[in-house]
């Protein structure tokens, strides 16, 4: 059964930093894997889809890599704004099946 | 539309009731997904559509839960006899075709059941 990650579950950081977001899946067979954000009341926003023969996407600030083999994928935020304070979420697509197999998230808080 | 539309945004019921959640996919996105949020909770996957083929139903929590898709377009969540757990965000999806194609999510229909 595929399980997904997410480290840390909160994080809190100064304005204009950058930083990362950390996703762990325990089975490479994936087709595809997707972050997505979420702020608070709100439905999800796709940010980036990263398909199982990528190793990563880039958009604006954001950049989100693919390491199949090991289970992993990071999405690095670039000089962080407060408005980029949500909760981030990656869920992946399994081979065979349709559904997405969402993470808890990582509750992103960017501080002025 | 624009995006996935849901309605009714938020639906307060009385336990023991029925409730119906609409959700109208993306023009031209043959894939449609149902989720639920639950507080604290992830996501749960409920059910999968994808054009004429059948249903992947294999998330509904009890036979208190159905959908349908008319048209293979407006698709529709309903609960039977809904429960105080039932209480939660449900969430609908589209994106084109299967597989490898983003997927575009609405704002979801707040369910609370008293």
């Known amino acids: 059964k595929q399980e997904v990650t997410q480290i840390p579950a909160a994080l809190s950081v100064p304005e204009g930093e950058n930083l990362v977001l950390n996703c762990s899946f325990t089975d490479s067979a994936i087709y595809n894997l997707q972050w997505f954000r979420q702020d608070p009341g709100k439905g999800l926003t796709s940010l980036l889809l990263i398909q199982s023969s990528q190793r990563e996407q880039t958009s604006g600030r954001l950049n989100a890599s693919l390491d199949k083999s090991s289970g992993r994928s990071t999405l690095y935020i670039a000089a962080s704004q407060p408005g980029d304070s949500a909760t981030y979420l990656c869920?992946?697509?399994?081979?065979?099946?349709?559904?997405?197999?969402f993470g808890q998230g990582t509750r992103l808080t960017i501080n002025p | 539309g624009a995006g996935v539309s849901q309605s009714p945004s938020n639906k307060v019921t009385e336990k023991g009731k029925d409730v119906e959640l609409r959700c109208d996919p993306i023009s031209g996105h043959t894939a449609l997904y149902w989720y639920r949020q639950s507080l604290g909770q992830g996501l749960e996957f409920l059910i999968y559509f994808q054009g004429n083929s059948a249903p992947d139903k294999s998330g509904l929590p009890s036979d208190r839960f159905s959908a349908e898709r008319t048209g293979g377009s407006v698709s529709t969540l309903t609960i039977q006899r809904t429960q105080q757990e039932d209480s939660a965000v449900y969430l609908c999806a589209s994106s084109l075709g299967e597989s490898g194609n983003t997927i575009y999510f609405g704002e979801g229909s707040w369910l609370t059941v008293v």
């Open positions: 869920a992946v697509k399994i081979q065979g099946a349709q559904k997405l197999v």
